[in-house]
Nanobody, 125 residues
Framework: QVQLVESGGGLVQPGGTLRLSCAAS????????INWFRQAPGKERERISC????????YYADSVKGRFTISRDAAKTTAFLQMNSLKSEDTAVYYC??????????????????WGQGTQVAVSS
């Protein structure tokens, strides 16, 4: 019954914009920090962002800092990732994950027990 569903991916030109959504159900959304990860073929999964459910803290990987913005809407039990100035190297499958051990965002995650299926982002001319 626990579910995270990503949406909003697609094909976009370099410099373009996408907004990803992560809709949560089956658990208490407000208890947990939400993380965004991405994985491209042949590469390790990369943690790119996090948003707290408690203290307002956020985390951004250097690779996306200044271009991506994470947010969450408690009423909608949904987290978002606003992706601006997209580059070809942003091409990947993007996943959201709920940290059931932590409500705030720090350098290290806790236990990422809940994962979505991912949404594909392709940035190409």
């Amino acid at each position: 019954q626990v579910q995270l569903v990503e949406s909003g991916g697609g094909l976009v030109q370099p410099g373009g914009t996408l907004r990803l959504s992560c809709a949560a159900s089956g658990f208490t959304f407000d208890y947990y920090a939400i993380n965004w990860f991405r994985q491209a073929p042949g590469k390790e999964r990369e943690r790119i962002s996090c948003i707290s459910s408690s203290d307002g803290s956020t985390y951004y990987a250097d690779s996306v800092k200044g271009r991506f913005t994470i947010s969450r809407d408690a009423a909608k039990t949904t987290a978002f990732l606003q992706m601006n100035s997209l580059k070809s190297e942003d091409t990947a499958v993007y996943y959201c994950a709920a940290d059931i051990e932590k409500s705030s965002c720090t350098v290290r995650t806790g236990t990422l027990a809940y994962w979505g299926q991912g949404t594909q982002v392709a940035v190409s001319s």
